[in-house]
Every structure is written in C-alpha cells, then in structure tokens.
C-alpha cells in the first residue's frame, strides 16, 4: 500500500513544531486562516517554519473569489519567488476564470514563478464545473498535486468524488482537504488518496481587539479568538492514517 501523507495546515512556527513532532509530513503554511480561508504569511514567519518541517506556502493575496487581474498575477509571482528563496518547499496557488475554469494563463505563470519547487492547486478547484477537465489542465501544466473535497462540503464525505478524481487524476497527487479530522478520515481510506490534509485547530482568548479600545471587562467577541494548532488533534490524525499501513 502506497504511504498516504499528513499534511497539517499551520499559522506559525508553534503549529510547525507541533506537526513535526506528531510526525506530519509537511505542513501547508499560511496567515488568517480563520478569517479569510487563508492568505499569504510574512518571510519570516516562511523562514522560521521551512527550519522545522518541509513547509507549502499558500500564496494569495487577498481575500474573496480567485479570479485575478494582471496586477494581481504579478504581485503573486513575486510572492512566490519570495517565499521560495525563504526556504518554501512548495507553494500553494489557485487562479479561476468568470467561466468556471481554472485560469491556465495565471497558472502558467504562477507555476514558472515557483522555478521547479511543487506547486499544489488549492481549493480553487472546488470551484470549476468540470473538475476532471481541470485536473487535465493541471496535468499539462506540470502541477504536483490538488487540494479538494470533491467538490462537497466535507471530504470525508466524499470517497466516491475523491475515487473517481484519482482514477482520472493522470499523475497529478490528489490530496483530500476540507473538514478532514481525525475522527471522519477513515472514511476516505484505501481509495487511493497521496494525501490528507486537515487544520486540526482550535481557538484560544488572547484578549479583546477593537474597535474603539474594547474594555477588557466585555465579553471576549468570536472574532476576537486566535486559531492555533491543537497537538492532540495533529497526532491523532497522524496516527489514524499511519494506521492504514
């Protein structure tokens, strides 16, 4: 049976630390992942995690959909040559036309940027409408893997989608994201997966932000709460899929 990988998506180097030592084999790093889905982390937030464990670095710089200008594309290529020269094993990246596709312009580009490190499409792919169609694209443009729950809400719940991705995938890694924790992910077991992916977080009071100065005797808002890493979560996940052999 092929190795099935664990990656843990972080926000820091505590989360890096914490997947290294349950044994996860990269993390997948990135900044408000809470907040906005996630968004590109600073260099040395890049530098700091790439010393602990092989680290992806999701590179989008903004909020919202994926369908990206010119501008966009560009700043975002200069983000990947950054965060690669900062130690990035991989990058993480996603463009979408108004179509429903994926963007193989943006991608193209995005994917030279990266200069032979592993590109992962992100959940972007959730988004077209042919998604067997889009793994072709990725297979042209020489993409390692794609990130995806089949298109569904969670996917553990989508071991039929996720199957009939790696049948099709035609060399490109499928990695199933979205919802994955340890106590659904042995509902996608043995269907051929490269990867599981999963935040494996929790949120923690670390006092109230704004605005207008909050006073500190007011009840602490939800936005106010900081995602970290939860250690239990990342090695209970690890040893789930270790277990599949």
């Not at 997948?28 to 092989?54: D, F, H, K, N, Q």
């Not at 794609?146 to 099709?168: K, N, P, W």
């Not at 009840?219 to 239990?232: F, K, L």
Request: with cysteine; aromatic share 2%; net charge negative.
């Amino acid at each position: 049976m092929v190795l099935v990988r664990v990656e843990i998506a972080v926000q820091d180097p505590v989360g890096a630390r914490i997947a290294a030592d349950a044994g996860a084999d990269r993390v997948e790093l990135c900044a408000a992942l809470a907040a906005t889905g996630g968004l590109t982390p600073s260099l040395s937030v890049v530098s700091a995690c790439a010393r602990v464990i092989e680290s992806h670095v999701l590179v989008r710089l903004r909020p919202g959909g994926f369908v990206y200008s010119e501008e966009e594309i560009s700043l975002m290529c200069a983000d990947i040559r950054s965060v690669v020269a900062a130690g990035a094993a991989g990058v993480v990246v996603g463009a979408a036309t108004r179509d429903g596709k994926l963007d193989e312009v943006a991608l193209a580009q995005l994917i030279d940027a990266a200069h032979g490190v592993d590109v992962t499409v992100h959940r972007v792919f959730d988004t077209v409408e042919d998604q067997f169609f889009a793994l072709d694209t990725c297979a042209r443009l020489g993409v390692r893997r794609v990130l995806t729950s089949a298109g569904g809400a969670c996917a553990a719940d989508e071991a039929a989608g996720l199957t009939a991705l790696v049948r099709h995938a035609s060399g490109v890694e499928i990695m199933a994201g979205g919802g994955v924790n340890p106590h659904n992910v042995d509902h996608v077991k043995g269907i051929g997966l490269a990867a599981v992916h999963g935040s494996c977080s929790t949120f923690i009071d670390c006092g109230p932000t704004g605005p207008g100065g909050k006073s500190r005797d007011q009840a602490v808002n939800t936005a106010d709460a900081v995602q970290i890493t939860h250690p239990g979560a990342v090695a209970a996940l690890v040893a789930k899929v270790r277990a599949w052999g």
